[in-house]
């Protein structure tokens, strides 16, 4: 009932930028908070950044000074500025969004996204 759809991800060099989108469409009420996780190869899914409704951020702390997370409530879109990317940054970077759904009844869903490549190399 609620599809979240990235985008912007892409193959930069070291010291580059990126900047991801993620959508959220559907029987949305509400979006609670979003964030961005990641994942690489051979490792857990961790927290990059998660922002709230009134647009507090909070970031990881390998990510801290060099990605900045913001949203457009209206348009129901994350966004994450990703800047002086390192090689260590490379993952499949995950949308996520906490959703009051409107569908007859009200209730909170979590919804992810399918991922968007990074790959920082030189």
């Known amino acids: 009932q609620v599809q979240l759809v990235e985008s912007g991800g892409g193959l930069v060099q070291p010291g580059g930028s990126l900047r991801l989108s993620c959508g959220a469409s559907g029987s949305i009420f509400s979006i609670n908070h979003m964030g961005w996780y990641r994942q690489a190869p051979g490792k857990e899914r961790e927290l990059v950044a998660v922002?709230?409704?009134?647009?507090?951020?909070n970031y990881g702390d390998s990510v801290k000074g060099r990605f900045t997370i913001s949203r457009d409530n209206a348009k129901n879109t994350v966004y994450l500025q990703m800047n002086s990317l390192k090689p260590e940054d490379t993952a499949v970077y995950y949308c996520n969004a906490n959703v009051r759904v409107n569908s007859g009844y009200s209730y909170n869903a979590n919804y992810w996204g399918q991922g968007t490549q990074v790959t920082v190399s030189s």
């Open positions: 922002i709230t409704s009134g647009g507090s951020g």
